[in-house]
């Protein structure tokens, strides 16, 4: 019955604190995890019902569609049937592997010393500061950072996460919804139940993307339909179809916009967030961020590199029965 589903933050109550702390449990966050692990998503009870809400959004069209106007258009054309079958099911299935997918959790640190459970040591609090890289990919500092105790003009921060105990890779951020660091952390999707990180960012693109198509369709097939037949007071559902997908449409197409601008200058929604509050940029300076970035390369790179990040098989710790 675990191997179905499993919530090891919950085992907290009912396990001793020491026996948790050391158990591979720990190292899961605040998550539900399904089928041994392979799927999961956040325990959190208020986001999942988002989720599920999404879900019902993303299906209720396509079952009215194929009840109501797929025999008519599939007289007319097959093609438009089954274009829009496999649209849509492009749009469902990058939801379901946006929001169960890992988005990138790297493991929390269970091996503390004494002094280090309780309280992290001073030095832990501070930032690490490293050169960033210019366009070529070499830091090529100016004569005033040359100095010794100079800062670097565009640095990569690393920080020490309190919660996990470890030293946060570039680009990692801790969530804590998910209570776990996040690689390459874009933002954490209430409507996913899930953070969008390393390992999901494309697939999250690919669901606004598709998303997009399908609201389209709708549009084009509800009012075409209604405009050919019979009109709004015989055919209502298409009527209702062609105003779902213009409603439906908005806010996907201005959330993938937004990010196709980001993705294009190199960063993830995390740090342009961040970038604007430190260098006090206005709206009107968003496409000059790449300016203040060390990840950036060029456009298409930036492009290729963000949308296209493989997924690592991380091995499983070693067991205490591991022969050395």
């Not at 020491?18 to 392979?38: P, Q, R, T, V």
């Not at 990138?104 to 609090?125: A, F």
């Not at 369709?217 to 997908?245: C, H, N």
């Amino acid at each position: 019955m675990e191997w179905v589903v499993s919530f090891p933050q919950w085992r907290k109550d009912q396990t001793d604190k020491d026996d948790f702390e050391s158990s591979e449990a720990s190292l899961l966050g605040n998550y539900i995890l399904c089928c041994g692990g392979k799927v999961k998503t956040a325990a959190d009870p208020t986001n999942l019902a988002r989720m599920i809400g999404v879900g019902l959004i993303i299906i209720t069209p396509a079952v009215l569609f194929y009840i109501f106007d797929s025999n008519w258009y599939w007289e007319k054309s097959p093609a438009i049937v089954i274009l829009f079958a496999y649209t849509w099911l492009l749009a469902l299935g990058n939801f379901l592997l946006a929001a169960f997918t890992d988005p990138g959790t790297v493991p929390r640190n269970i091996h503390l010393s004494r002094d280090e459970s309780g309280n992290s040591p001073p030095e832990y609090y501070n930032v690490i500061r490293l050169p960033g890289a210019r366009k070529d990919g070499v830091f090529s500092p100016s004569e005033e950072e040359s100095e010794s105790n100079a800062q670097p003009r565009y640095p990569i921060e690393i920080k020490y996460c309190t919660t996990c105990h470890i030293w946060r890779p570039p680009r990692t951020s801790h969530c804590g919804t998910c209570d776990s660091c996040i690689s390459v952390h874009d933002h954490h999707c209430v409507w996913l139940n899930n953070c969008v990180g390393v390992h999901n960012y494309g697939f999250f693109l690919r669901f606004l993307a598709f998303s997009i198509l399908c609201c389209s369709w709708l549009i084009v097939l509800g009012f075409l339909r209604m405009a050919q037949d019979g009109g709004a007071t015989k055919r209502p559902i298409s009527l209702l179809l062609g105003i779902y997908g213009s409603l439906g449409i908005l806010y996907p197409l201005l959330l993938l916009a937004f990010h196709m601008v980001i993705i294009w200058q190199g960063i993830t929604t995390r740090e342009y967030l961040h970038l604007t509050k430190e260098h006090q940029l206005s709206m009107k300076d968003v496409f000059r961020i790449w300016k203040f970035n060390p990840h950036n390369v060029s456009p298409i790179k930036n492009f290729a590199i963000q949308t296209n990040r493989q997924r690592v098989k991380r091995s499983r710790p070693p067991s205490n029965n591991t022969k050395t």
